[in-house]
């Protein structure tokens, strides 16, 4: 019996043997090649000298023996700023940018991790980076996989306190780290710039701001997902607010200019004595769009919007606490994707909590207010004996129609009833599937000339 059991066992240990040394064949046949995942790794454009987010591939062997890499290698060495693990193996710059002696046994992979640090390309539009990940096998084969990436130059802003009157206007972005605060006795303009804020602040205004072909977005140029770049993601800067107006703040000015993907609000304008004779905040030709909170919270405030786009907020796109509202030609919708319920397009109301806020007057004119819900608009009344007047004219409105003529003239009312499409199919440039948003109207829209793309 012993001698079966000790025959039995060397016979496995001999099998043992011989798969593990199957196993471990390697060959330097010029006909076993590695199959890469990609053949490209397509990076998103990423800010000179600044990190990326970490790409990955696989590399495999599909071939009946395991293959040895000589070394795997980027071709133009530290000169572009890729940097490279792979399978573990640090590709160090400092030492030629070059692992050696890998090995992918057979039916087996290794996986490889990317990011790219560029430097300054000392130009003003995005720039190629480009180099190879060369994989030299043992064979004398070359096999390569292509990095490749945009590199754009930017500048700096890191806790920006403005106390004088400043100009800030650039060809080349600006990333703007903690944020911008404008004292009270500073005016801040900013004229024909691209401001990407990273995470946290944006800009705190006690003073006044001007803006005029500005765009105010996060700094975030990569994608959360294939279909969703971070540029269409709420929330990403702004955590308190994109632009807060604090009750010291007057006289505020913005022109052609986007707020984008804020979070709490895109803007807000905190309470301050009311001033009938005064814009607080005048914006002409602006969009606020894909804000994570409120796009514009009004208090208490005197505030003009002509010829603006106010789209898609977790909370409300527009919404008036008292003071008075002046809107034209804008178009106000709400169709936020990333939440619901979700918030009015217009909301107003005389008070906040236990506090009154006379509402001296919303006037919309000439605008769109449509979105997913059957009734967009709503209206907060508490005392009648606090002011709460308001008035729609010449405007597409989806709800149940409004028998108050006083209130509501010549007013195209959309019924939940009347498509299914729940109010979208005015914008034919909307791709809900990949969250893109153009809110340009289809020339067929009973809401053609109305809002602001007309």
């Known amino acids: 019996m012993m001698k079966r059991i000790f025959?039995?066992?060397?016979l496995l240990y001999a099998c043992a043997f011989v798969a593990c040394s199957d196993?471990?064949?390697?060959?330097?046949?010029r006909q076993n090649l590695l199959t890469f995942s990609v053949d490209t790794v397509q990076m998103d454009t990423v800010f000179s000298t600044i990190g990326s987010s970490t790409y990955t591939f696989w590399v495999f062997n599909h071939s009946n023996d395991g293959i040895r890499l000589k070394s795997v290698r980027l071709r133009q060495g530290n000169q572009t700023g890729f940097r490279v693990n792979v399978d573990g193996s640090y590709l160090d710059n400092s030492l030629g940018s070059v692992v050696n002696d890998l090995e992918v046994r057979k039916g087996d992979s290794i996986r490889v991790f990317v990011e790219l640090t560029a430097p300054e390309t000392q130009k003003n539009e995005p720039q190629v980076v480009e180099d190879d990940l060369v994989f030299a096998l043992e064979s004398g084969v070359e096999q390569r996989v292509c990095l490749r990436s945009w590199a754009?130059?930017?500048?700096?802003?890191?806790n920006l306190v403005v106390k004088n009157d400043t100009l800030i206007e650039s060809s080349r972005p600006i990333i703007v780290y903690g944020g911008i605060k404008v004292d009270s006795l500073a005016t801040l303009t900013i004229r024909n710039t691209m401001l990407y804020f990273h995470a946290g602040k944006g800009i705190e205004v006690f003073g006044t701001l001007m803006t005029d072909s500005?765009?105010?977005?996060?700094d975030r140029l990569d994608h959360m997902f294939v279909n969703l770049p971070y540029d269409r993601v709420s929330g990403q800067w702004g955590d308190e607010g994109a632009i807060i107006f604090h009750s010291s703040s007057t006289g505020n000015v913005l022109r052609n200019t986007e707020i984008r993907n804020a979070g709490l609000f895109g803007i807000r304008c905190d309470s301050a004595a009311y001033d009938s004779t005064s814009y607080r905040v005048d914006l002409q030709q602006c969009i606020i769009h894909n804000t994570a909170g409120t796009g514009i919270a009004a208090y208490n405030?005197?505030?003009?919007?002509y010829d603006c786009q106010i789209t898609n907020a977790w909370h409300d796109c527009l919404a008036v606490y008292g003071g008075k509202a002046d809107i034209k030609h804008c178009t106000i919708a709400q169709f936020y994707p990333f939440s619901a319920p979700r918030g009015a397009a217009v909301y107003f109301t005389n008070y906040v909590g236990d506090y009154d806020y006379p509402l001296y007057g919303l006037l919309c004119d000439s605008s769109i207010m449509t979105g997913y819900e059957d009734e967009v608009w709503t209206g907060a009344l508490r005392d009648t004996a606090v002011a709460f007047e308001y008035y729609f004219t010449n405007t597409l409105i989806r709800a149940a129609e409004d028998s108050d003529s006083t209130r509501f003239r010549n007013i195209i009312w959309e019924s939940a009833k009347d498509t299914v499409l729940q109010g979208i199919e005015h914008f034919p440039g909307i791709d809900v599937d990949n969250y893109y948003y153009d809110f340009h109207l289809d020339s067929l829209s009973r809401a053609w000339g109305l809002g602001c793309y007309r």
Do not use: M, V
């Not at 754009?152 to 890191?158: E, G, H, N, S, Y």
């Not at 405030?301 to 919007?305: E, Y």
């Open 152 to 158: 754009w130059d930017a500048l700096r802003l890191q």
């Open 214 to 218: 500005a765009t105010l977005r996060g």
């Open 23 to 29: 196993d471990d064949t390697f060959s330097i046949s």
């Open 7 to 10: 025959l039995y066992l060397h």
């Open 301 to 305: 405030s005197n505030i003009r919007l």
